[in-house]
């Protein structure tokens, strides 16, 4: 019973290289969501996909890009990475609630990522 | 625009101590709160929601709508109750396909002294 995964769980980048990270979820959820974790900034929220084939921005989308091509999977990509971009990643996932009241987030063990 | 302000970044208790964490809330509709917890090298969790006015872990927090607030008590604390702890906001907003804008606040981090 894997719930959420995130892939890679670490990784080092230079400034300007590029990378993906993957999230999986087998809870088959709706709504899935990236979100970064700074100290003193708690969890903000990237980019969020409401089903297969849909994205949209959240609070902090720039430098990044997103995708959801099939629904248990959503990508979180860096085009050119940047060190402001060192953070610790999260993805989440949710159902879709029919009385459109709110679910709760499931989330990933989080990944790493340190832009020197 | 909702808002979650957690004070402090750190409280630190002798065990068997009470525990308050605090979370205060702006928003203007009728919100949906959540504690979330994170214990080390684990994924952040849900603790519980104010809706199921449940008692998870010996941890409660009642909805103050006048004081807006969403504290987090439990009446002796215990050594794995060492944690973070994120108070979080919950509203689903109709447009972009609709979607459940989850607003946390930056998390208390709980420290149990034995």
């Known amino acids: 019973n894997a719930g959420v995964t995130q892939t890679p769980k670490f990784r080092v980048l230079k400034t300007g290289q590029s990378m993906t990270l993957l999230c999986a979820q087998d809870?088959?959820?709706?709504?899935m969501y990236w979100y970064r974790q700074d100290p003193g900034m708690g969890l903000r929220l990237i980019h969020y996909s409401v089903g297969e084939g849909t994205t949209a921005k959240g609070e902090v989308p720039d430098g990044y890009n997103v995708s959801r091509l099939k629904k248990q999977n959503f990508l979180l990509g860096l085009e050119s990475a940047a060190p402001s971009q060192t953070s610790v990643y999260f993805c989440?996932?949710?159902?879709?609630?029919?009385?459109?009241?709110?679910?709760?987030?499931?989330f990933g063990e989080g990944s790493r990522l340190t832009v020197l | 625009a909702q808002r979650v302000t957690q004070p402090e970044k750190l409280l630190s208790v002798f065990k068997g101590a009470p525990v308050e964490l605090k979370c205060n809330y702006s928003y203007s509709g009728s919100p949906e709160l959540f504690w979330y917890v994170q214990y080390s090298r684990q994924r952040l969790q849900l603790l519980l929601r104010h809706i199921s006015r449940e008692s998870i872990k010996g941890f409660t927090a009642d909805l103050n709508k006048g004081e807006t607030s969403f504290h987090l008590k439990k009446p002796f604390a215990q050594e794995e109750d060492s944690a973070m702890y994120y108070c979080a906001l919950s509203v689903f907003i109709t447009d972009s396909g609709g979607y459940q804008k989850v607003t946390f606040g930056t998390g208390t981090k709980l420290q149990v002294i034995p």
């Open positions: 809870m088959n959820h709706e709504y």
């Open positions: 989440a996932s949710s159902f879709l609630d029919i009385y459109l009241s709110s679910g709760e987030l499931f």
